[in-house]
């Protein structure tokens, strides 16, 4: 799986422009295991208790939910086709086809340092525009720019919207395979304000996020299928494992819904002098999408995630544990 550099709340997201993809051009790194929905089984036994020297039938194939955050082409692993009549998702938009979507998200944080809860902290609801251009279309890949036009927080003071208005018109380009599988995506932060330039580099996941990836089979309405992404999210590696199912779809407009499952294997990272100690991360969530196959991005859906973080942080002479819980709500809408 190809893997995508962000922040923890991406997991939003990603359940409404759902995909997968590497702004650092790929590379190889451990495997980290995607949280499954069926539990591990003990080895058979007879009625003696003691297990079985062979099976009595042949092993039932792996459920589709344990598909792994591994390096290489996203997939859409299908557990169920649907009903007939089955048709194949492959995008097929044309050249010069343009949209333009709003992305509404509410973010409210509760933590507690050693135990002692902090006030909650809500964040003020950000608004970022977009305008989404096909560039090119050949035979395996699409090729479009994503220009941004929008960004203000509600309520925002005049400061800050003076530097988030130095994101707009910022653009960045994103390459995908005919069944909506990232390729590639890289932002344009040449003229950025130095101060917002990281957070720039951050959205340069969303590019990776735009797309749903497809199965390559033929499916029908009530077909489900799973897509596992890695994020890399400040020297951590979170594991989303996302089940999708078709709920409508008459051969170009499609509606799906999503649900989400991340976690992150234990791991220390070292920055500045100081330590931090990813102790436990976890997020489940739902969501909804829908978009058509003759435009390569999903311009409709919402989204509901919660996320529960613990991390150890040693300055040298403190160590704290801290404890964060995260619940965002995101809908995503065409522009009129």
């Known amino acids: 799986m190809r893997r995508i550099t962000g922040c923890l709340p991406l997991a939003a997201v990603l359940l409404v422009l759902a995909g997968c993809g590497d702004d650092s051009g790929g590379g190889s790194a451990d495997d980290t295991a995607a949280p499954s929905a069926a539990d591990s089984g003990e080895p058979a036994s007879d009625d003696s208790g003691e297990p079985a020297d062979e099976p009595a039938e042949e092993p039932a194939e792996e459920p589709v939910s344990d598909v792994a955050c591994t390096d290489g082409a996203p997939e859409a ?7 007939e009549p089955r048709a194949l998702m492959e995008l097929s938009p044309t050249a010069g086809d343009a949209a333009a979507v709003d992305m509404r998200m509410v973010t409210t944080t509760t933590a507690s340092v050693d135990g002692q809860d902090s006030p909650t902290m ?3 609801p950000m608004i970022m525009g977009m305008v989404v251009t096909v560039d090119a279309v050949t035979d395996d890949e699409i090729t479009m720019t994503v220009e941004y036009d929008r960004v203000e927080v509600e309520g925002g003071d005049a400061s800050m919207q003076a530097i988030l208005d130095s994101m ?40 990776a996020n735009l797309t749903v990836p497809l199965p390559t089979e033929p499916v029908g309405i009530g077909a489900t299928w799973d897509v596992a992404t890695a994020v890399d999210s400040q020297g951590f590696t979170f594991c989303n494992t996302f089940s999708y199912t078709l709920t409508s779809f008459d051969g170009d407009a499609y509606e799906l819904s999503a649900d989400v499952a991340q976690r992150a294997e234990p791991t220390t990272i070292e920055q500045g002098g100081a330590t931090a100690e990813l102790i436990e991360a976890s997020g489940t969530g739902t969501g909804t999408s829908a978009g058509r196959l003759s435009f390569p991005v999903a311009i409709s859906g919402s989204s509901d995630t919660n996320t529960s973080i613990e991390m150890a942080v040693d300055d040298g002479s403190t160590e704290q544990t801290l404890e964060m819980e995260m619940a965002i709500e ?3 809408s065409p522009r009129e």
Do not use: H, N
Request: net charge negative; proline share 9%.
């Open 77 to 83: 692993v299908v557990s169920d086709p649907g009903d």
């Open 122 to 124: 809500p964040a003020p």
């Open 330 to 332: 995101m809908e995503i």
């Open 168 to 207: 707009i018109g910022i653009t960045g380009t994103v390459t995908t395979t005919r069944s909506g599988a990232f390729v590639e995506g890289k932002i344009d932060t040449a003229s950025v304000d130095p101060t917002i330039a990281p957070t720039m580099q951050q959205f340069e996941s969303q590019l």
